[in-house]
């Protein structure tokens, strides 16, 4: 057996028992899984592309202190086969067509709208917002160099298609970064305009990663007009205040929100955080988790499963101090879940009563299936995180400009107060993600995970209670047929996800009628969402005249003969949400 090397105590805050050693151990020799060998026959399948190896390596760090943001991002870093932490990867994630390898190794804009099925066009009239922290003093220029690289829409300051604010909308920049969200901003802007190339992007750089600072730059981006803004920060969720709470809660707006790389409540810090992260745990934002995306040869979707560099099979690395990554989530200790959550067939699987579980919709977020984006800036001469040109960047910073940006290609919110509902209304266009689990165990199970909840750190994987029992068929860290906690709904099959949708109803009736002479119509009707059903009726006769019920049955009298009406039924369901249908009526 190796002996874990003093370093463990910067992860296991708590002294670690000779049997918790020897769990440990257990768990290390544990036999492959499913999951692990989903993801090698992914990133294997493809034989005519070369196998590397990689590390993460964090953009921002870890949160440090309450009310204090970091941002999502990591960057793969290539190393020689045998390097502590090492993970083989495959080039633009198996793609090997050409136009289909960035720079660096990575996805390209095309691979993304290949690989979710999302247009190259759209997006006009649909402004994206991005709030990060610091200034970038070369985004205008990078993202121009991206656009040239890959042939996109030319997008900059000059032609009013990217605007860069401080966090009250003024023209006075904060200060140079010198920790790493350089390379946040510049994933989030060419993400943005790599998915939709007609939107409008205003980059909204707060003067520090605070919550007062983050909270002002988010209710800036809505003021100035944003139709979706896309935040790829987070904190536990302890470090809430009503301020940045309420900077969150904008009806209307398309507000998404990277659920973290730290797993499920932030289990691979081991800190005995057991809470997600914000702003992904309000329930007025879109939370959005991470998966590994992995694609054949012409960047076609081959497969994907729950993004987690963790888990038993790396313990190793934790005892090294290696970067990690996981998609975050996890089931809120403060914020309750909506109705179209706890309304869910599968709901009582997943644990959280009636607190809301991260999270809604997934997209890709492993840096070894990372995207490819220019940053040239240096830091400021700091210890920057990366050597400043074209870098493969993963984490779900990734992941929630996609989505914002998809949003965006749909028409927004659509007067949706809450736009999450859209997602659980189209639960059959999303791509149901059933492999891998963002928790200690990734999806093994009681069966092959020895019981890891025994650390001393509470709960790290929803396989076992925190008193150490067994469960079986828990969503909350596993993926699932059908909703669970990492990925929500599923990731972006096409546009169809995002859009509006509501109740359907049809009529049911005489065709033809005679004039004064009462006769009856009814409506028969079916609702999308979880827990949703028709409210209210409202009939538009055709004739001027109208009548609203509450039940599917109204009865009329057309007053003139000879002409043919349309009857038009319009329900509303208990979201809110409203449908309609006609039906023709020869009156003679």
Known sequence: ????????????????????????????????????????????????????????????????????????????????????????????????????????????????????????????????????????????????????????????TTNGCLKVVNETGGSALPPDDTSG??????????????????????????????????????????????????????????????????????????????????????????????????????????????????????????????????????????????????????CSTLFSARRWQTSLSVWGRTGCGSNRLDNDVAADADYLTGFDIYDSYNCGSAPCPSTPGWLTVGGTSLSSPIIASAYALAGGARGVAYPALTLYGHQRNADDITTGGNGWCDGEGASQCPNPNSSGNGLVDCSYTAGGIPTVGIRTCDASLGYDGPTGVGTPNGLALFIRTGPSATISGPATVTHHTSRTWTASTSDPFPGGAVTSYKWNWGDGTTTTTSTGSASHTYATGGVTRTITLTVTDSYGMTGSTTFKVKVN
């Open 1 to 156: 057996m190796r002996h874990f090397p003093t370093r463990i105590s910067r992860y296991w805050p708590t002294a670690v028992t000779a049997s918790a050693a020897v769990g440990l151990a257990v768990i290390m020799t544990a036999p492959a899984t499913a999951a692990t060998a989903t993801r090698t026959a992914g990133s294997s399948a493809e034989p005519h592309a070369v196998t590397r190896y990689a590390v993460g390596e964090r953009v921002c760090g870890t949160p440090r202190r309450a009310h204090m943001a970091a941002c999502d991002a990591e960057i793969r870093k290539v190393v020689k086969k045998g390097t502590k932490g090492a993970r083989p990867f495959k080039i633009a994630a198996g793609a090997t067509k050409p136009d289909t390898i960035g720079p660096a190794g990575g996805l390209t804009p095309g691979d993304l709208g290949t690989a979710y099925g999302l247009p190259t066009t759209g997006g006009h009239g649909q402004t994206v917002a991005i709030v990060d922290a610091y200034n970038d003093p070369g985004i205008n220029a990078d993202l121009q160099t991206f656009d040239t690289n890959y042939g996109l829409t030319s997008c900059s």
């Open 181 to 330: 969200w350089s390379v946040e901003e510049s994933l989030d802007v060419e993400t943005v305009h790599s998915v939709c190339q007609g939107c409008k992007i205003i980059l909204v750089e707060a003067t520090s990663p605070s919550n007062s600072d983050l909270a002002t730059a988010e209710n800036t981006a809505v003021a100035l007009g944003a139709n979706e803004v896309t935040n790829s920060f987070g904190e536990p969720e302890s470090g809430t205040s009503p301020g940045f709470q309420a900077a969150f809660n904008h009806p209307g707006v398309v507000i998404t929100a990277s659920s973290g790389d730290d797993g499920f409540d932030f289990y691979d810090l081991l800190a005995s955080y057991n809470e997600p992260s914000i702003p992904a745990a309000y329930n007025t934002t879109v939370s959005v988790g991470g998966t590994s995306l992995y694609l054949n040869q012409t960047a076609n979707r081959q497969s994907e499963s729950v993004w987690n560099d963790n888990g038993p099979r790396d313990v190793l690395q934790q005892a090294f101090g290696e970067a990690l990554g996981a998609g975050g989530g996890g």
